[in-house]
């Protein structure tokens, strides 16, 4: 979203890092905003670039951001303390090895799984939930970033939308994140297989 925005990729020199309550702050307040209204929230973990996420949930403060110091923390509604989100993610894994890495990894997605969580309660707080179309899709998948095994393009992707479909419903033919635009324009009209239909490109298709 504009109001929470990060340019590209994080970097060493910078003076802030991934800073998932900001976001989730900024996507409550537009909620609260002109109806009907689209967003698109961006979460920039959990990541692999530098710098570290144990290092963005404790060597950053919540008020750096990439627009600058806030004057006060971002308020993100109900979600959890970083402390306890690290807690929650440690004691999620068991590694002899390797640990910090496994871990990070863990309370990014714990973040972002926290982040998602708040916002749909908000949206129920306000009584919209129902009637809001939700996507949740990766870019591309945790290993083979580029590449067409299905490590790179295996991606997580759920959808919600109790006018369209019930929930639990699941289907098993290859989608795309592409796929969605189209039924996005008119979601009370959509179906669950026009909303996330298989498409199978041609051995000519230009990607």
């Known amino acids: 979203m504009a109001e929470a925005f990060y340019v590209s990729n994080m970097a060493d020199d910078l003076a802030f890092s991934h800073n998932q309550e900001w976001v989730t702050a900024e996507a409550l307040a537009f909620f609260n905003g002109t109806s009907p209204w689209f967003l698109y929230a961006n979460p920039t973990?959990?990541?692999?670039?530098?710098?570290?996420?144990?290092?963005?949930?404790?060597d950053y403060e919540l008020t750096a951001t990439p627009q600058g110091t806030l004057?006060?923390?971002?308020?993100?509604?109900?979600?959890?303390?970083?402390?306890d989100l690290w807690s929650?993610?440690?004691a999620s894994q068991s590694c002899p090895r390797g640990c910090d890495r496994k871990v990070a990894l863990a309370a990014g997605a714990l973040w972002v799984d926290d982040a998602v969580g708040v916002m749909l309660d908000e949206l129920q707080t306000l009584?919209?939930?129902?009637?809001?179309?939700?996507?949740f899709l990766m870019d591309h998948g945790m290993?083979?970033?580029?590449?067409?095994?299905?490590?790179?393009?295996?991606?997580?992707?759920f959808a919600r939308?109790?006018?369209?479909?019930?929930?639990g419903t699941v289907i098993s033919e290859p989608v795309s994140n592409i796929d969605v635009r189209r039924p996005m324009r008119r979601p009370r009209a959509a179906r669950l297989y026009r909303i996330l239909p298989a498409h199978t490109p041609s051995p000519h298709s230009r990607v």
Do not use: C, Y
């Open 161 to 167: 939308f109790p006018p369209a479909f019930a929930a």
């Open 45 to 58: 973990a959990p990541h692999s670039n530098s710098p570290d996420l144990k290092e963005a949930l404790f």
């Open 71 to 83: 004057a006060s923390p971002p308020d993100a509604g109900a979600t959890p303390s970083r402390t």
């Open 127 to 135: 009584g919209t939930l129902d009637q809001t179309l939700v996507l």
């Open 88 to 90: 929650r993610a440690a």
């Open 143 to 157: 290993k083979g970033k580029g590449r067409l095994w299905e490590q790179g393009m295996r991606i997580a992707t």
